[in-house]
């Protein structure tokens, strides 16, 4: 149980509400909500739900008027009901209650407690004064009650243009909560017409007034809401006092926001995305929106789960992605059945099959592990596409799918043999390949019991369709976007791949768009809800599947088995693309009698085999540098965990062979190929990029890479153990402190004047948001030195 339900628990025992409990979700219509207002969504609704008569309100906090809108309303209504929650009749509207309100403000006025001042924005700003310099009071603090009474109704009935006055609460312009120094509670917007409202109100209410009592209005018992709101609870409870709300009062209570990796949550920011034209709008299914999400094919569980696995407390935390990702996966893994999917299709024709001839093969439609049953029937005929990628006529070391000569088995098919090879005469691309089928194979089994050892996903002329796939990735390339000073700046500009003309098996074809498949071997896919059609399917990637086939191979064969290469393709087959074996002949022609292999480049890099100066040509034209590429070239085990790492990193070739041949033979020597059997390839591309993006320096890298090659094991976890022997760091636990006295100013106030038990809070806040890696003796002491009265910013003003 977390904080909050163990604390409305005990309000229940107590019957503190008189056996009510009543929550409220607060969103304001400026925007669409997303993944973070989830976890609001699912904790309000959630414990009304946990308690008998308990109830969730939906309030719309439309005190705003320009920025809202009614569409932004139904939009958010559609988003809670399909996350699964339902206000039933408590739908209100802050907007319900301006005339309510005002006679709160009124309330104030009377009892000499709000004021009306004529200060300028500006003068109003310089009044408040700062964390370490106390406020000073306004020159119309001393009005009296007929006069702020004339002067507020003048407000009300649009008298006054907007900005020329405001309504204060008169409470200490020297407070330590800034919160508290006479904060301002109405303010005139004449001209900006209300969605709602329209134009009968001149005067709009602001957040810190509006909300404690439209929650009063409404009898919530607690009002949960965000860390940010941490310095507003106090003045949550002054106005609910003073304006003689009745008993028993609602309660504010705060939790940590729901921070993800990869992801912004605040719907100013998103919008900037939608205005700017960065995404196609509010439901882009990059968009962390719920609309966005729903487009992409996340369900409304696995946001659930998600929110249940973050749980809810008082210390920030970021969720990493995987874990996201998982969710998703585990979710997606019961309700997707499978399909094959073509993405790049590569024409096989299979000659010794008839001309004319049609069968078909039954797979089953999920995995025996998910225990459900259905199956699909796959038309098969002499014409198949496979996705070019399976096909290599190079095949790189460990390649265990179609080479030429070579024999691979089409799932649930047969098994065939690829026989030769089509090209283009003048780009030299491969456009087709003939292969024969071993008719004993029906059923994708060798009836001599031959080991065939690669299987493929495949799609039959007859009958396939064409479907347009868009490969979906992360909205922003950093894990934090915004820590940096442009957010925009971070975009991912791959964030989404089309595929135009990929090939679907054809029962998908027929399903309403909205549905879940798993296309094999490529994840998991959302045929789009808008978009889609029978004669045009288009399919949003939900989430890549965890263990590609392809990466686990490569790794097995690359890092474990060495240089286990299959067969060499038949001679009468160039090596390469045209372009390629030019430079290659080229390289021969130029490379006269020196030393060393006998296969050399115009470089003058000298190999033992072709296929090692075919790799090193393919490295030179990622972005590696000659020497680098040659040195990798030379290993098998390096070009293997090579390629699989620049699967999942593309952009980042060159920082991987560097890192694969320059900082792994540091650790493990020139020639230390069997050293690299633990370091998982998805390990260094998360490494590599870490590093190229500036999330984590080059010599930390290099201790994390030190523990990959003796440990294996995943970056992110690595990185993070490693961080334990970092928190003695003063600059480290100085920079959490400084955010930390940032964010509790009053408290670092009333540290420096002499409330020294606050030390403890300092040092608690410290180890929560290390978590709980920061040593407490240095953390203690840190946070003295910072805290001295003479080190405070600001402080020198104070004295002069
Ligand atoms: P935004 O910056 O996205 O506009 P907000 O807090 O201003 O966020 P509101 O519409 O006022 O947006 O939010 C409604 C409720 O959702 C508030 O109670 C707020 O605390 C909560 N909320 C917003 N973002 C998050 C988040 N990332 N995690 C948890 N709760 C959130
Ligand atoms: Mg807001």
Redesign the pocket.
């Known amino acids: 149980m977390d904080f909050i339900r163990s604390m409305i628990s005990r309000d229940w025992e107590k019957g503190k509400y008189g056996g009510k409990i009543v929550t409220r ?4 219509p ?2 669409f ?5 989830a ?3 699912c904790l309000n609704f959630g414990i009304a739900s946990e308690y008998p008569g308990g109830r969730c309100h939906l309030r719309f ?1 439309d005190t705003n008027p320009g920025t809202e809108k009614v569409e932004y309303a139904e939009a958010m209504k559609r988003d809670i009901r399909w996350l699964g929650f339902d206000w039933g009749e408590h739908l209100y509207h802050a907007s319900d209650y301006f005339e309510k309100l005002f006679s709160f403000a009124l309330v104030l006025v009377r009892k000499g407690l709000a004021y009306v001042d004529a200060s300028s924005e500006a003068e109003i700003r310089e009044q408040r004064g700062t964390v370490t310099r106390p406020g000073t009071n306004s020159p119309y603090r001393n009005r009296s009650f007929p006069e702020n009474r004339d002067l507020f109704m003048r407000m009300k009935k649009g008298e006054f243009p907007d900005g020329s006055h405001v309504l204060r609460a008169k409470i200490d312009m020297a407070h330590p909560n800034m919160v508290m120094r006479d904060p301002i509670l109405y303010r005139i917007r004449r001209a900006v017409r209300h969605y709602r409202r329209g134009n009968t109100w001149a005067i709009y209410p602001l957040y810190d007034f509006a909300h404690c009592l439209s929650d009063s209005i409404e009898g919530v018992t607690h009002s ?3 860390l940010e ?1 941490d310095n507003n609870r106090e003045i949550y409870d002054w106005l609910l006092e003073h304006v003689d709300a009745p008993s028993p009062r609602p309660e504010q209570t705060e ?5 993800l990796d990869y992801v912004i ?4 920011k ?1 919008r900037l995305l939608v205005e700017e034209g960065r995404v196609r709008g509010w439901d882009d299914p990059r968009m962390p929106t719920l609309a966005g999400l729903r487009r992409r094919g996340v369900t409304p569980e696995a946001i659930r789960d998600l929110c249940r696995m973050v749980g809810v407390a008082k210390a920030a935390s970021r969720v990493d992605a995987g874990k996201f990702d998982f969710i998703i996966r585990n979710d997606l893994n019961r309700k997707a059945p499978r399909a094959f999917c073509v993405l790049d299709p590569l024409k096989v024709v299979i000659t010794n099959y008839p001309e004319g001839q049609e069968e078909s093969f039954s797979a089953p439609s999920f995995p025996r592990d998910v225990g459900k049953p259905g199956t699909r029937e796959l038309p098969f005929g002499r014409v198949v596409y496979i996705d070019r990628e399976d096909f290599a006529e190079v095949p790189p070391p460990g390649f265990r799918r179609l080479v030429p000569g070579g024999e691979v088995r089409l799932k649930y098919a047969c098994v065939i043999r690829c026989e030769s090879v089509v090209k283009d005469p003048t780009s030299g691309r491969v456009t087709e390949l003939r292969c024969t089928f071993d008719p004993a194979s029906r059923g994708a089994k060798t009836s001599d019991g031959r080991k065939i050892q690669g299987t493929i996903h495949w799609v039959a002329g007859a009958g396939a369709v064409s479907a347009e796939v868009r490969l979906l990735g992360r909205l922003f390339a950093v894990p934090d976007p915004l820590a940096s000073s442009d957010f925009m700046q971070t975009l991912n500009p791959n964030s989404e791949r089309v595929v135009t003309d990929a090939l679907v098996e054809p029962g998908v074809a027929g399903s309403a768009p909205g549905t879940h498949y798993q296309f094999e071997r490529h994840g998991y896919f959302f045929s789009d809800p808008l978009d889609s059609s029978a004669e045009k399917p288009v399919f949003n990637r939900t989430v890549t599947l965890r263990n590609g086939w392809r990466r686990k191979s490569r790794q097995i064969s690359g890092a474990k088995t060495g240089t286990a290469t299959p067969a060499a393709p038949p001679k009468a087959i160039s090596y390469g693309s045209a372009a390629m074996s030019q430079a290659n002949s080229q390289a021969t022609a130029t490379s006269g009698g020196s030393t060393g292999g006998a296969f050399r480049t115009a470089s003058g890099h000298a190999f033992r085999s072709e296929e090692e100066r075919t790799r090193f040509q393919g490295f030179v034209s990622q972005g590696v540098p000659n020497t680098t590429a040659a040195s990798l070239a030379r290993s098998p085990e390096r070009t293997a965990v090579f390629r699989a790492a620049a699967d999942s990193y593309p952009a980042g070739a060159r920082s991987l062979a560097s890192w694969l041949v320059n900082e792994v033979a540091r650790v493990v020597g020139a020639d230390g190929g069997g050293d690299l059997a633990r370091l998982h390839p998805q390990a260094l591309a998360d490494l590599a990029r870490a590093v190229d993006e500036g999330g984590l320096s080059r010599r930390k890298g290099r201790a994390v890479l030190e523990v990959l090659l003796a440990q294996g094991g995943a970056f992110l976890d690595v990185r993070g153990k490693l961080d334990l022997t970092e928190t003695r760091d003063e600059n480290t636990l100085n920079a959490i402190l400084e955010e930390i006295i940032e964010d509790f100013p009053d408290k670092a106030v009333a540290y420096r004047n002499g409330k020294r038990g606050l030390l403890n809070f300092f040092v608690g806040e410290v180890m929560k948001r290390s978590e709980g890696k920061a040593d407490p003796k240095t953390a203690s002491r840190q946070a003295r030195i910072l805290l001295k009265p003479g080190n405070a910013p600001g402080q020198s003003g104070q004295r002069k």
Not at 25 to 28: A, V
Not at 33 to 37: D, F, P, R, V
Not at 265 to 268: A, D, F, G, I, Q
């Open positions: 979700f607060p969103p304001e400026n925007g909500l997303h993944i973070g207002h976890k609001a969504i906090d949960l809401c965000t709101f939790f940590a926001r729901l921070v949550t605040s719907k100013r998103l």
